[in-house]
């Protein structure tokens, strides 16, 4: 790691620009750095002060802690939403994701990570993946030399100490052994299916799939590597039980109803106890391989099976306020409804849609900017909009903040990437207060974004059309970054050259600050 940022740095193209600028070490950079573990952050007093304040009259007022949802969808693209521009000008409409961003706040630069694992995992440790070995996908027949939740304080533990009921229902995808499902790492209760729906429908569907499902020799080899494919019900520090498993692809269309259903119920029953709750849920759908469900099918104009899951998940999704609503207690939840990362385009027409470059596995916007909604009935104003930067992991600060969990929980020796943005969703007009998104391949650092500049120093190029994924190089860039602006070329198509010093420099000095902090605080490896 330490040898792969200098190198970055002593040869790469930014070191070059860098050393010709002459400008001071901060440039644009507004950000300050509270402890020498956490991410800088803009100081921005005054509505950090006034969303203490709403929350302090909302606790007051309800008598204990707001409840955290967060919908998280699986490699839905930017642009898939109606209020993103998708919905039924491309075929499915989604009525309730637009009702979300009209009576909440629309983020138009919200970040994940390029893959499910490493957003996933980011998101529950407010670290990025380098920093905790979770690196990419943990796959069937992978082994990880040690367990990267050891030495890890995950958001669900932390909350569940503080006196909150934590579920995670849906997806877990970061890994299936004991000692790292959700419930052994901080969740008090699990329900769902740990891998991705295409790595259970490759046993199961032999229009896809037929060498394997239509070979009765290779499915039985197949067993001793396949992906758990039982719907799991876990405790913590209890039973791990298998319900019902996934036979066909008709099961797999059903299983995102199936996981509806249990988390309304368990809104429901949560908000009768005394306890506050933090529930994690994740749509099944619409990673490929998508399967219509049966009972519910047709559900979109165009019918194609991503599609289906598009409005299926829109559906739920509706279904999931409503519980709230219900249950008394959409005004003390904060809401927050997501992607994990662009979408996937390799298995086109099962994918999503994204306006900007690249997709899920790149680092050009198309991979990592997704939709981001905060909702808060009482506490967001409806008909917000930002453009200000927002990581996922910020979403670690904000629940840590909503949880009343102090920062002096988190071990020193720990490197922190999450700003605590809470005053930025919940105030009008506040700002966002992350100066920067760094943007990562697994273990390789390949862009900065600061307001509407990006530079990249490696970029991840398909070999053919689509095939982000399957068929993609890494490459360095020559002698200048690719430095974009945004604003002017959201597509990335058209690099504003190495004579924007002034922007050139404050990046690069932005990615060395970020570079140093790993000989401070080493990544952990393990093994992926
Ligand atoms: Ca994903």
């Known amino acids: 790691m330490k040898s792969l940022i200098a190198r970055t740095f002593i040869q790469g193209a930014l070191a070059v620009v860098v050393g010709s600028a002459h400008l001071s070490a901060e440039g644009f950079d ?20 006034a969303a203490e304040a709403k929350i302090a009259a909302l606790t007051q007022k309800t008598g204990k802690r707001p409840n955290i949802l967060w919908i998280v969808v699986d490699d839905m693209g930017y642009g898939d939403p109606g209020c993103y521009g998708g919905g039924a000008a491309i075929g499915a409409a989604t009525p309730n994701m637009d009702k979300l961003a009209a009576g909440g706040l629309k983020l138009t630069s919200c970040y994940s990570q390029h893959t499910c694992t490493p957003t996933r995992s980011a998101i529950l440790t407010g670290r990025l993946p380098v920093r905790t070995g979770l690196t990419r996908p943990i796959l069937a027949g992978d082994t990880i030399t040690k ?5 890890e304080h995950s958001l669900a533990a932390l909350l569940s100490e503080a006196g909150y009921y934590t579920l995670l229902t849906g997806k877990w995808h970061i890994g299936e052994p004991k000692g790292m499902r959700p419930h052994d790492v901080g969740f008090d209760e699990y329900y769902g299916y740990y891998p991705a729906q295409k790595e259970i429908s490759q046993s199961k569907d032999e ?3 037929p060498d394997l499902v239509m070979n009765p020799e290779r499915m039985k080899d197949f067993e001793s590597i396949k992906p758990e494919d ?8 209890g039973e791990t039980k298998q319900l019902t498993q996934i036979k066909t692809t008709e099961d797999m269309g059903r299983a995102d109803k199936v996981l509806a259903d249990f988390t309304i119920s368990k809104i429901k029953e949560a908000a009768k106890g005394e306890k506050p709750f ?16 049966p ?14 899951a598009i409005a299926e998940v829109d559906l739920h999704v509706g279904e999931l306020i409503k519980a709230l609503e219900e249950a008394g207690v959409a005004e003390n939840t904060f809401v927050f409804f997501t992607s994990d990362n662009g979408p996937q385009m390799d298995g086109w027409p099962d994918s999503g849609y994204t306006p900007f470059r690249g997709a899920k596995g790149t680092t050009f916007e198309g991979g990592p900017r997704i939709p981001g909604i905060a909702y808060w009935p009482g506490m967001i104003s409806p008909g917000r909009q930002s453009d200000g930067l927002f990581d996922l992991m910020d979403l670690f600060g904000v629940a840590l903040n909503l949880g009343a969990v102090s920062t002096d929980k988190l071990p020193s020796d720990k490197y922190y990437d999450f700003i605590d943005q809470t005053s930025f969703l919940l105030i009008d007009d506040a700002e966002s207060k992350r100066e920067a998104i760094y943007y990562w391949w697994g273990s390789t650092l390949m862009a900065c974004r600061m307001k509407e500049y990006k530079a990249h120093i490696k970029v991840v190029l398909p070999q053919s059309t689509h095939m982000h994924i399957d068929f993609a190089t890494i490459q360095d860039v020559g002698l200048a970054p690719w430095l974009y602006n945004l604003y002017i070329d959201p597509k990335e198509q058209m690099p504003v050259g190495h004579r924007r010093n002034a922007w050139l420099a404050t990046l690069g000095q932005k990615l060395k600050q970020h570079g140093a902090t790993f000989k401070k605080f080493p990544a952990k490896n393990i093994g992926l």
């Not at 009972?295 to 289906?308: C, M």
Request: proline share 9%; hydrophobic share 30%.
């Open 295 to 308: 009972d519910l099918a047709p559900l979109s104009a165009a019918r194609y099976y991503y599609k289906e």
């Open 147 to 151: 367990n990267p939740w050891d030495g």
């Open 230 to 237: 039982h719907l799991t019900h876990g405790f913590k520090g």
């Open 278 to 293: 933090f529930i994690e849920h994740c749509f099944m759908k619409v990673h490929c391989d998508n399967f219509p469900n």
């Open 30 to 49: 507004r950000s300050v750095r509270a402890a020498p573990n956490f991410e800088p952050a803009i100081p921005r007093d005054e509505q950090d002060k």
């Open 207 to 209: 229009r896809r799939y």
